[in-house]
Protein backbone atom coordinates (compact mmCIF):
# COMPACT_ATOMS: atom_id res chain seq x y z
CA UNK A 1 0.00 0.00 0.00
CA UNK A 2 1.09 3.29 -1.04
CA UNK A 3 2.14 5.19 2.66
CA UNK A 4 2.47 9.38 2.54
CA UNK A 5 3.64 10.78 5.76
CA UNK A 6 4.49 14.59 5.96
CA UNK A 7 6.27 16.52 8.65
CA UNK A 8 7.96 19.89 9.34
CA UNK A 9 4.98 22.10 9.66
CA UNK A 10 5.15 25.14 12.90
CA UNK A 11 4.95 28.74 13.23
CA UNK A 12 7.38 30.85 11.60
CA UNK A 13 6.99 34.70 11.23
CA UNK A 14 6.39 36.35 7.88
CA UNK A 15 9.49 36.34 5.32
CA UNK A 16 10.91 33.47 7.29
CA UNK A 17 11.51 29.99 6.11
CA UNK A 18 10.68 26.31 6.55
CA UNK A 19 10.78 22.94 5.31
CA UNK A 20 8.48 20.27 5.12
CA UNK A 21 9.23 16.46 4.36
CA UNK A 22 7.20 13.85 3.03
CA UNK A 23 8.39 10.00 3.74
CA UNK A 24 6.49 8.20 0.48
CA UNK A 25 6.66 4.16 0.29
CA UNK A 26 4.75 1.49 -1.30
CA UNK A 27 5.11 2.51 -5.03
CA UNK A 28 4.44 -0.19 -7.67
CA UNK A 29 6.87 1.34 -9.79
CA UNK A 30 8.65 4.20 -10.57
CA UNK A 31 6.39 6.22 -12.35
CA UNK A 32 4.53 8.01 -10.07
CA UNK A 33 4.80 12.27 -8.80
CA UNK A 34 4.47 13.23 -5.49
CA UNK A 35 3.00 16.85 -4.61
CA UNK A 36 2.29 19.34 -2.19
CA UNK A 37 -1.28 20.48 -1.59
CA UNK A 38 -2.47 22.79 0.88
CA UNK A 39 -5.53 24.30 2.14
CA UNK A 40 -6.39 27.47 4.13
CA UNK A 41 -8.83 27.83 6.60
CA UNK A 42 -12.36 28.43 4.62
CA UNK A 43 -10.80 28.00 1.22
CA UNK A 44 -10.32 24.78 -1.09
CA UNK A 45 -7.46 22.91 -1.79
CA UNK A 46 -4.72 24.42 -3.53
CA UNK A 47 -2.20 22.42 -5.62
CA UNK A 48 1.56 24.00 -4.79
CA UNK A 49 3.91 22.07 -6.57
CA UNK A 50 4.80 18.14 -7.50
CA UNK A 51 8.21 16.11 -8.61
CA UNK A 52 8.04 13.02 -10.82
CA UNK A 53 9.93 10.46 -9.49
CA UNK A 54 11.52 8.84 -12.46
CA UNK A 55 13.36 11.66 -14.04
CA UNK A 56 12.71 14.65 -11.09
CA UNK A 57 10.94 17.21 -13.20
CA UNK A 58 9.43 19.89 -10.86
CA UNK A 59 6.03 21.99 -11.27
CA UNK A 60 4.80 24.75 -9.25
CA UNK A 61 1.37 26.09 -8.66
CA UNK A 62 1.32 30.20 -9.72
CA UNK A 63 1.41 31.40 -6.00
CA UNK A 64 4.56 29.79 -4.95
CA UNK A 65 6.30 30.28 -7.66
CA UNK A 66 9.91 31.82 -7.05
CA UNK A 67 9.33 30.92 -3.08
CA UNK A 68 8.73 27.61 -2.91
CA UNK A 69 11.36 24.73 -4.42
CA UNK A 70 10.57 20.77 -3.93
CA UNK A 71 13.36 18.56 -4.20
CA UNK A 72 13.51 14.48 -3.87
CA UNK A 73 15.89 12.22 -1.74
CA UNK A 74 15.23 8.59 -3.80
CA UNK A 75 17.89 6.88 -1.86
CA UNK A 76 15.62 8.28 1.59
CA UNK A 77 11.66 8.05 -0.23
CA UNK A 78 11.29 11.35 1.09
CA UNK A 79 10.17 14.39 -0.89
CA UNK A 80 10.95 18.06 0.81
CA UNK A 81 9.03 21.53 0.24
CA UNK A 82 12.02 24.21 1.02
CA UNK A 83 9.02 27.46 1.60
CA UNK A 84 10.93 30.67 2.17
CA UNK A 85 9.48 34.22 2.02
CA UNK A 86 6.72 32.77 3.73
CA UNK A 87 3.46 35.02 3.74
CA UNK A 88 0.40 34.89 5.99
CA UNK A 89 -1.35 33.94 3.05
CA UNK A 90 0.97 30.72 2.91
CA UNK A 91 -1.03 29.41 6.40
CA UNK A 92 -2.58 26.26 5.60
CA UNK A 93 -2.48 22.62 6.40
CA UNK A 94 0.08 21.43 3.40
CA UNK A 95 -0.74 18.17 2.22
CA UNK A 96 1.27 15.32 0.87
CA UNK A 97 -0.51 13.56 -2.23
CA UNK A 98 0.65 11.25 -4.88
CA UNK A 99 -0.58 9.51 -7.88
CA UNK A 100 0.49 8.44 -11.82
CA UNK A 101 3.19 11.00 -12.95
CA UNK A 102 0.67 12.39 -15.71
CA UNK A 103 -2.12 13.04 -13.56
CA UNK A 104 -0.50 14.53 -10.54
CA UNK A 105 1.15 16.80 -13.27
CA UNK A 106 -1.99 17.67 -14.87
CA UNK A 107 -3.63 18.11 -11.84
CA UNK A 108 -1.14 20.66 -10.62
CA UNK A 109 -0.53 22.79 -13.82
CA UNK A 110 -4.23 22.96 -14.38
CA UNK A 111 -5.39 24.14 -10.65
CA UNK A 112 -7.20 20.42 -10.23
CA UNK A 113 -5.49 19.56 -6.95
CA UNK A 114 -8.16 16.74 -5.64
CA UNK A 115 -6.96 14.61 -8.37
CA UNK A 116 -4.73 12.92 -6.62
CA UNK A 117 -4.57 8.86 -6.25
CA UNK A 118 -3.37 9.11 -2.81
CA UNK A 119 -3.46 11.01 0.26
CA UNK A 120 -1.44 11.65 3.42
CA UNK A 121 -2.49 13.40 6.75
CA UNK A 122 -1.56 17.65 6.30
CA UNK A 123 1.05 19.14 8.53
CA UNK A 124 0.01 22.76 9.86
CA UNK A 125 2.24 25.91 8.32
CA UNK A 126 0.70 28.85 10.29
CA UNK A 127 2.37 32.22 9.28
CA UNK A 128 2.84 35.05 11.55
CA UNK A 129 2.64 39.01 10.06
Known amino acids: DVQLQACGGGLVQAGGSLRLSCAAS????????IAWVRQAPGKGREGVAC????????YYGDSVKGRFTISIDIAKNTVFLENNSLKPEDTAVYYCAAGWWSSVVSAIIQGRPDDMGYWGKGTLVTVSS
Open 51 to 58: ITTHDGST
Open 26 to 33: GFPSDDYA
